[in-house]
């Protein structure tokens, strides 16, 4: 597998995400239970924000002095396409996750410890499947081609699909857990378990927890041939995503109010999907270059963004002009 990662980078890559996750443990513990302001979610996430491009700045700067400037620039586009994609597609992530919380009634203090314990199992999944898709490529040259369809056809699923509440009833691993464990009906503060007349139960929560892991590893599958078509490199793969990972707690908490304005992203990541499936399956006739493919997925999400803001706008107008 040929990465500009040497060994360092990873060792200290490493140290940076375990550092991360026990300051923001920390930091959960010391505030207790406790329901995220908006004012806390931006703080947070313009921090992941910021963090993820002081790395590629400093990534840039140390390719360019060992490697050459053509190599920092193309590397350093890589990881910037890399993360909007990743960060964009966790925004659908929230969305499923806000779903999960609403069907539940999952208290908004108890949220931010369940994304927390969803962040680390994504983290530990996203790295195994990121190292098994590497040898994978490596091996075989042909997968690039089943990443590609897989792509194209999970794009056009996402826009069949867009626009419809999944319905959470039908979810089978929740159809599992109700026929082989015994969940009671509220929570217990943030316990997992809890003794109800002497018989052990699993809280409301427990199930919560399982079932955004089981998403995680949905989106996983998703995400990571996305990734591995702007880029073959498991190091820029890795870091892209653990930074658009770490900054999901957050994220979460900012957009969760405004969920309902942004009804056009699902088209706009769908297009993103097919636009990239398509990039890998014509990767040995024509390669798509990085910055061309950087600009059309900026502006892809982009437009589906404000184009979701104005028509929410606008119907809202008219629905305040047929009000009065």
Known sequence: METIGTWWMWAAFAVFVLVAIAVDLLVMEKQGAHVVTFREALVWSLIWFSLAFVFVAWLWWYLDGTQGRAVANTVS???????????????????????????????????KRALIIGIIGAIVLRTILIIAGAWLLAQFHWILYVFGAFLVITGFKMAFAAGKEPSIEDNPVLKLMKKRIRIAPNFDGERLTTMIEGVKHYTPLFVVLILIGTTDVIFAVDSIPAIFAITKDPFIVLTANVFAILGLR??????????????????????????IGVKMLLLDVYEIPIGAALTVTASII???????????????????????
């Open 250 to 275: 957050a994220l979460y908490f900012l957009l969760a109010d405004l969920a309902n304005r942004f009804h056009l992203l699902a088209y706009g990541l769908a297009l993103v999907l097919v636009f």
């Open 77 to 111: 586009m890589e990881f910037v396409t890399g993360y909007l994609v990743e960060k964009s597609l966790s925004v659908d992530n929230i969305f499923v996750f806000l779903m999960i919380f609403t069907y539940f009634a999952v208290p908004a203090e108890f949220q």
């Open 302 to 324: 982009a437009i589906s963004i404000l184009a979701s803001i104005w028509t929410t706008r606008k119907s809202g107008r008219r629905a305040q002009i047929m009000g009065e």
